[in-house]
């Protein structure tokens, strides 16, 4: 055996470097619904999205938040890995707390059509300023 190092040769292209597939997935992700299995039982559902971030639009600092999403089924229920890619989508995005949250409870109302949802948005504090957004929806019965 040989202590010695091993050299690997370090082709750099002049061509853009292609996206991997994460990015790939998040940059072609969007909100996937499937049917309700329990169409008339009133349950809950609780996710918990610990890693959200997104930029500052003054700044371009990154905020980072945890997402408690709470919303109660009608027809449709939300695929949990393309709310995953959809939510990474904001990392590259200049966008208030506010906004940002607003936007998430736009898309997956348009989406899913909840009887009622609650989305909170519990950002890391940033100097030394610690905000929550909280918005809630109720579905209109015709």
Excluded: W
Aim: aromatic content about 10%; hydrophobic content about 30%.
């Amino acid at each position: 055996m040989s202590n010695l190092p091993i050299e690997q040769e370090v082709f750099q292209s002049s061509e853009p470097e292609a996206l991997k597939y994460g990015e790939r997935e998040i940059q072609e992700g969007q909100l996937i619904t499937f049917p309700n299995p329990r169409v008339g039982r009133r349950y809950e559902v609780s996710i918990s999205l610990p890693e959200f971030t997104c930029k500052c639009p003054f700044s371009g600092y990154p905020d980072f938040a945890t997402l408690h999403l709470t919303y109660v089924p009608h027809e449709r229920v939300v695929e949990l890995k393309s709310l995953k890619l959809y939510i990474n989508s904001y990392r590259d995005r200049y966008i208030s707390h506010e906004e940002s949250i607003n936007q998430i409870l736009d898309d997956f109302v348009a989406a899913c059509d909840p009887e009622e949802v609650k989305l909170v948005g519990d950002f890391n504090p940033r100097g030394n300023v610690h905000t929550c957004v909280e918005v809630r929806h109720q579905r209109m019965t015709p």
